[in-house]
């Protein structure tokens, strides 16, 4: 088994339960699973690289959107094994959930990645289709554009969110526009930036909103598993 630190909170996730004791340390927005006791690094986005490399771990796990590629690279000239990850949709992340898994020396593989697999597998054909935007930010408002996980997450769940095909992944988007482009619904996720029922949903007044979980929309990991199920009933009931 390797001595692995994780940059990203869902591979932490994914190592922490497959792998228990492999992780020698994570960043500090790594708060699953619950408890998890190891050494923390910073953040994702400004790792304490000195210190990680004095943990002498034999990999450090990160990935192409969650981190900077200057921080990945002083690891690298430290001497320290780097495996970026790239997620982009459900299937490609199933794949890059096995590769850091093998990496950090699991034996075949876990029997949530199997569980989740199914899941989305088994996911019916959606009886109707509904638009949305998605936004991940405020001040200044940013939605999800496109090729990301998340947008796939929900096309697979039957909705089709506005800005898939625009020219950047994370667009900025004055609220006005988002408002004037009436989707179906608002989905309003809890991460990176915290939508709450106080914070977001007033900006979308007359719009249904749905508020989600963002280890759901946007983490691969064990979570992958029930994602389905718990958003699927969250958009539900912002139609009722």
Same mark, same amino acid.
């Given at each position: ?161 506005? &800005? ?28 990176? &930036? ?47």
């Amino acid at each position: 088994m390797a001595r692995v630190v994780s940059l990203v909170p869902s591979l932490t996730e994914a190592v922490a339960v497959t792998l228990p004791g492999a992780l020698a340390g994570a960043t500090d927005w790594c708060a699953r699973p619950v408890g998890l006791d190891v050494v923390r690094v910073g953040g994702t986005k400004n790792p304490r690289t000195g210190e990680i490399a004095a943990l002498a771990p034999d990999l450090v796990i990160a990935n192409e959107e969650e981190n900077r590629a200057a921080d990945l690279d002083a690891l690298r000239a430290a001497g320290v094994e780097v495996l970026v990850t790239e997620v982009r949709d459900v299937p490609q992340a199933f794949r890059e959930l096995a590769r850091v898994l093998a990496a950090c020396g699991a034996v075949g593989r876990p029997r949530w990645l199997d569980e989740a697999e199914a899941a989305w597998s088994a996911l019916p054909v959606p009886e109707r289709r509904t638009t949305a935007v998605v936004p991940v930010w405020r001040r200044p408002w940013m939605v999800l554009g496109r090729d990301t996980f998340a947008g796939d997450v929900l096309a697979r769940l039957g909705v089709d969110h506005l &800005y898939a095909r625009h020219a950047e992944r994370y667009p900025r988007v004055p609220v006005e526009e988002l408002r004037a482009a009436a989707p179906d619904v608002v989905v309003l996720p809890d991460e990176p &930036y915290r939508f709450t029922a106080a914070d977001g949903p007033k900006a979308f007044a007359g719009l249904p909103c749905a508020l989600v979980s963002g280890r759901h929309l946007t983490w691969y990991g064990p979570s992958l598993a029930e994602a389905p199920r718990v958003l699927g009933e969250a958009l539900r009931a912002a139609h009722r």
